[in-house]
C-alpha cells in the first residue's frame, strides 16, 4: 500500500505534468526549429506568438461564452481556437513581410535576423499588453476534471489520489493529432520534402526549381499555426498571464536545442526531457521518500534540489552540459 501512494503521489505530482508540459513545449518547439531550418536564425519573438494566439483565443472565448455558444463539457477555447490560429498566422506572415523579408532579400547575417526577431518581440509584447492587460485570465469552462483525487481515493482506497485535469487529456490528444499530421506533412508530402531540401540546401533546391518564397510562406503558416496551439493549450491547462511568454521562451529554446537545431523529431524529444528535468528537480519529494522509508521516519527538509522560484535556471543547466557534452543535440542537428 505504501508503495502504491508513493506511485499516485509521484504521477500526480511529477509524471502527468511533466507529460502534459513536455507536450506543450515539444509544440512550441516544433515552430522553432522549422524557421530555423528554413531560414537560419533563432526566432526570439515566437514566445510572444504564442501568447498573441492565446490572446485572440481567450477573446473570441469570451465573446463565444457572452452568446451562450459553447460545447459543454469540452472547453470553449476548442471552438475558438481555429480564429485564433488564422490570426496567429496572419501576424506572423505579417511579420515576415514587413520585417524579415527585407533582410532576407539582402542576404543579413543570421545574427541580424535574430536581432529583429527580438525587435518584434518587445514590440509584440507591448502590443499585447495594450490589447488584454497584464491581468490573468482563466477561461477554461467546461468539466475540470476528467477523474479526481476524491473519486480515485474512493475506487482505490489509497491515502493519495490521482487527479486527471480535462485540459490535460486535451493537451495530450491535440499534440499528438499535430505531431503526427507534421511529420507526415514534412517527410511525406511534395512540399515537405521541398522544404527539407531548401533546409539541406539552399542553392541546390532552388536549381530544382523549388520556389522559395512559398517555402518561407509555409514555415511561417506552420510556426504561426504552432505557436497558437501551443500557447493556448499552456494557458488552458494553467493560466494566461502575457509575461508568462516571456519567460517561457528559455525553456523553448533550450528544447529546440538539446533536440537538435532544425530536427522536428529532436525538438518534440527535447521538450519533454526539458519538462521532466524542470518538474522532477522542483518537486519536494519528502512525502514520497516518506512512503517509501522504514516506520517512523522521514528525511529532514523538504527534500527538493532548487525552489520552483529557481525552476527556468533549470533549462540553463541543461543547455550547458548539452552543449558542452553534446552540443549538436539528441538528434545532430543544424549549425549554420
Sequence with gaps: MEIANAFALLTNFVIIPS????????LSALGVTIVFGILRFANFSHGELM??????????????????????????????????????????????????RFYRKNRSKPIIFTMASLGLMFFMAGLIRIIIGPNEYSFADGARFLISFRDF??????????AIKQTQLITLVVTLIVVINLLWFIYKTRWGKAMRAYSDNEDLA??????????????????????????????????????????????????????????PIGAVLGGFVVAF????????????????????WEPQGLVQLISTDYKYAVSYIILIVVLLLRPTGIIPGKTT
Excluded at 507529460?19 to 515539444?26: H, K, M, V
Design 19 to 26: 507529460i502534459t508540459y513536455g507536450a506543450q513545449l515539444s
Design 51 to 100: 501568447s498573441f494566439g492565446a490572446m485572440v483565443t481567450i477573446l473570441i472565448t469570451s465573446l463565444f461564452q457572452t452568446k451562450g455558444i459553447n460545447i459543454f463539457p469540452i472547453p470553449t477555447a476548442l471552438l475558438a481556437l481555429p480564429i485564433g490560429i488564422i490570426a496567429t498566422i496572419a501576424i506572423a506572415l505579417l511579420a515576415d513581410q514587413l520585417i524579415f
Design 153 to 162: 481515493k474512493a475506487i482505490t482506497g489509497w491515502d493519495q489520489g490521482i
Design 206 to 263: 532552388l536549381l530544382s526549381g523549388i520556389n522559395p518564397e512559398r517555402v518561407v510562406l509555409l514555415a511561417w503558416i506552420i510556426a504561426g499555426a504552432l505557436a497558437c496551439v501551443a500557447g493556448t493549450l499552456y494557458s488552458l491547462d494553467k493560466i494566461y498571464k502575457p509575461f508568462i511568454f516571456t519567460q517561457i521562451t528559455l525553456p523553448v529554446f533550450a528544447a529546440t536545442i538539446i533536440g537538435g537545431i532544425g530536427q
Design 277 to 296: 528535468s524542470e518538474v522532477a528537480v522542483t518537486y519536494s519529494f519528502k512525502k514520497f521518500l516518506t512512503y517509501l522509508a522504514p516506520t517512523n
